[in-house]
């Protein structure tokens, strides 16, 4: 008897354990939302300048598709002890890679879907992607500064429509706490990233994309 009496007894302080816990975890889960409740989500629109930047144009003429999504980008983040963010990165990339790939290409025209029509003198056409952005503020980091980055991808297609490759690169940006505002800090943050992708773009992946078209030119037969 004494046996399972002490049986009974453990069962009863494991559950009592275990009811515990789980009211822990529900109370910690409500003051959470209470605290995310309790702070107005910040909304951050980026706006800057973007340089031209000054490379040698590739001698092609360029379809550039730009989806919905990429031109209404935003991201939305609850960061714990810091409160909700909405940042909206569509307007200013658009600007951003309308001004680049003017700049890189000998002519660029913007196309309604991401395919070569019947008729259309293009040698290839691009589709630029945003494909994960992220940012980090002093209260989770531990650091002074707000640091963001921004992950592109460029498709790019060849004149018949097929896949000639896949091209990412990384930009990043940080601003100094003491000199912004939160909401100012994480836009002139994201701002410095989108600059740095640009950067990188125009020395890193102009290089490469040059070679895909001259690739596709020589394997089809066609003449640039």
């Known amino acids: 008897m004494n046996y399972w009496r002490g049986q009974r007894t453990k069962c009863l302080e494991l559950l009592c354990q275990i009811k515990t816990m789980r009211l822990l975890s529900v109370s910690a889960a409500l003051v959470l939302l209470m605290l995310q ?15 031209t930047p000054l490379v040698e144009r590739i001698p092609a003429s360029i379809g550039i598709y730009y989806s919905y999504e990429f031109k209404s980008f935003e991201h939305k983040e609850a960061l714990p002890g810091s409160g909700s963010y909405r940042i909206d ?29 019947e008729g259309d003198e293009l040698d290839a056409i691009l589709i630029p992607e945003i ?12 650091l002074t ?10 498709t790019v297609l060849d004149r018949a429509g097929q896949e000639l490759g896949k091209l990412r690169i990384v930009g990043y940006g ?15 943050a994201t701002m410095l990233a989108i ?12 290089p490469r994309i040059a070679a895909l ?8 037969g066609l003449q640039p």
């Open 89 to 117: 990165l569509g307007g200013q990339n658009l600007d951003f890679f309308r001004n680049l790939l003017g700049a890189m290409f000998a002519e660029v025209i913007e196309v309604n879907q991401p395919s070569v029509q």
């Open 213 to 220: 078209l001259a690739d596709s030119e020589e394997t089809n």
């Open 174 to 188: 940080k601003a100094e706490g003491s000199m912004f505002g939160g909401v100012d800090a994480v836009g002139e």
């Open 37 to 51: 409740a309790g702070c107005p989500t910040r909304n951050v629109t980026v706006a800057g300048s973007v340089p």
């Open 145 to 154: 500064f707000f640091e963001a980055s921004i992950e592109y991808q460029i």
């Open 131 to 142: 494909v994960k952005y992220g940012f980090l503020v002093p209260s989770v980091s531990t």
């Open 195 to 206: 600059r740095d992708g640009g950067a990188r773009i125009a020395t890193e992946l102009s």
